[in-house]
Antibody
Framework: QVQLQESGPGLVKPSETLSLTCTVS????????WSWIRQPPGKGLEWIGYMYNHGGSKYNPSLKSRVSISLDISRNQFSLTMNSVTAADTAVYYCAKEVVVPGSMDHWFDPWGQGILVTVSS | QSVLTQPPSVSGAPGQGVTISCTGT?????????VQWYQRLPGTAPKLLIYGHNNRPSRVPDRFSGSKSGTSASLAIAGLQAEDEADYYCQSYDSSLSGWVFGGGTKLTVL
């Protein structure tokens, strides 16, 4: 059974880079699609993007210029990097396994990590 | 403002049934994309409740069911139990935004 756990700094200064890591157990990051999703305080969930082995990726167009997701197969982890952060990037960040139906855009997310609160503030 | 619209809250008494709506547009639900539902119990990670055309993971009781019509979808919960008190989110794909989108979430209170 796949389990995920986010880690990283809980506080990032404005204009700096946010870096989070998701450690996967019970499955290999070399298979499946791996995603990041966030939820700002008092707002809904927002899909950030996914990465899969062999370098394939897709990002939310509204965030694409600032984000990158990478895989570390040796450590069975995947990471999120977001640059030039502002207060609007304050959110709980979740990592998740993205379930993909071949040939379809009908994807869903299962399971999810517990989430990590990242606050952007000086 | 979330792409998919959900009521902020619903409530029901134990044993009763409730329905949570999820309203989209012609570029997401109305375009025929599936709607998924997630449950987030207090202090825990979201969990998949319904996927595809009303499919449930084996751990989810059949009291939970999903449906879709036009540009809207619904999650029905029958025989409410105290343990169902949680936040519920819908999710689909949006072709105009070229990405996966969620509703704002609905808080279910079991009276």
């Amino acid at each position: 059974q796949v389990q995920l756990q986010e880690s990283g700094p809980g506080l990032v200064k404005p204009s700096e880079t946010l870096s989070l890591t998701c450690t996967v157990s019970g499955g290999s990051v070399s298979t499946y699609y791996w995603s990041w999703i966030r939820q700002p305080p008092g707002k809904g969930l927002e899909w950030i993007g996914y990465m899969y082995n062999h370098g394939g990726s897709k990002y939310n167009p509204s965030l694409k210029s600032r984000v990158s997701i990478s895989l570390d197969i040796s450590r069975n982890q995947f990471s999120l990097t977001m640059n030039s952060v502002t207060a609007a990037d304050t959110a709980v960040y979740y990592c998740a396994k993205e379930v993909v139906v071949p040939g379809s855009m009908d994807h869903w997310f299962d399971p999810w990590g517990q989430g990590i609160l990242v606050t952007v503030s000086s | 403002q979330s792409v998919l619209t959900q009521p902020p809250s619903v409530s029901g008494a134990p044993g009763q049934g409730v329905t949570i709506s999820c309203t989209g547009t012609s570029s997401n639900i109305g375009a025929g994309y599936d709607v998924q539902w997630y449950q987030r119990l207090p202090g825990t990670a979201p969990k998949l409740l319904i996927y595809g055309h009303n499919n449930r993971p084996s751990r989810v009781p059949d009291r939970f069911s999903g449906s879709k019509s036009g540009t809207s979808a619904s999650l029905a919960i029958a025989g409410l139990q105290a343990e169902d008190e949680a936040d519920y989110y819908c999710q689909s794909y949006d072709s105009s935004l070229s990405g996966w989108v969620f509703g704002g979430g609905t808080k279910l209170t079991v009276l």
